[in-house]
């Protein structure tokens, strides 16, 4: 059975496998906060969504606003400990897992695996371990959410596609994310057949961008191919802008 991916922009991915569509990390606003959005989001990627996939705690994540656009009754797949916060909202649906576990939605069977990353939502909030996902049905997708390098990496592949975060909104990094060299390795260790970079050229601080869309935007992609070149060159990669997809 074909599939399709959408790279709707930040870590939002709508993929559609084997009769089995699924959302990963909605953030489907066009202003959050003090970010603007380079893009609008597609009219299309709130229809038909089977279930959510988020990774961890942290507001461009686990987007409630975004979440709530989707509908209280929608599927939704959250590290252990996020489920009282979602539950609290009203939504209905709401399954918690931790490293290792595996769940069938249709199809395909979802495995949550390690991530590096920080594990709160602010001070006073909620926290869980974060998470990346490898959907399997038949082609292998490993969605990683928000992480850093990490040993065993490796035993995450190889899949058939691995969509993974290359750089954030704005112009620098904090702590727990890959840059587009520290991507490239991912890759090399991964070692997908695939590899469509994300987490890059969606959002950005309003005042960085007054005159202009900002040129630190466009930039991670072309960075993370030329890193890639010299870390893992026989691994295919397809860059996405938001909105736009692949067929698999």
């Known amino acids: 059975m074909r599939g399709r991916i959408q790279y709707v922009g ?5 993929v559609d496998l084997d009769g089995v569509r699924l959302l990963t990390d909605p953030l489907l606003r066009n202003r959050v906060a003090h970010l603007r959005r380079s893009t609008r989001v597609p009219a299309r990627t709130r229809r038909g969504v089977d279930a959510v996939l988020i990774s961890h ?24 400990g996020l489920g009282g916060l979602l539950r609290k909202r009203k939504f209905e649906s709401v399954v918690e897992v931790a490293v290792d576990e595996t769940i069938a939605i249709g199809e395909l069977e979802i495995r949550a695996v390690r991530a590096e990353h920080d594990r709160s939502r602010g001070p006073f909030g909620v926290s869980a371990d974060p998470l990346g996902y490898v959907v399997s049905g038949s082609k ?11 040993d ?7 899949v058939d596609l ?12 904090g702590g727990g994310h890959l840059d587009p060299a520290r991507a490239a390795e991912a890759v090399a260790r991964i070692k997908p057949a695939l590899v469509v970079p994300i987490h890059w050229g969606t959002y950005f601080p309003i005042h960085l ?11 991670p992609p072309v960075q993370f191919v030329e890193a890639l070149g010299k870390t893992a060159p026989s691994v295919r990669v397809e860059i996405l802008r938001p909105g736009e997809s692949l067929e698999l």
């Open 57 to 80: 705690a942290h507001y461009d994540h686990l987007d409630l606003p975004s979440l709530e656009k989707l509908g209280k009754k929608i599927p939704l797949v959250v590290p252990r």
């Open 152 to 158: 065993g990496m490796e035993d995450l592949g190889p």
């Open 209 to 219: 961008g007054l005159a202009r869309q900002p040129r630190f935007v466009d930039l």
């Open 10 to 14: 930040h870590a939002t991915v709508f």
């Open 140 to 150: 292998s997708v490993y969605f990683a959410g928000d992480t850093d390098l990490f």
């Open 162 to 173: 691995g969509l993974i975060p290359i750089w954030g909104w704005g112009p620098g990094l």
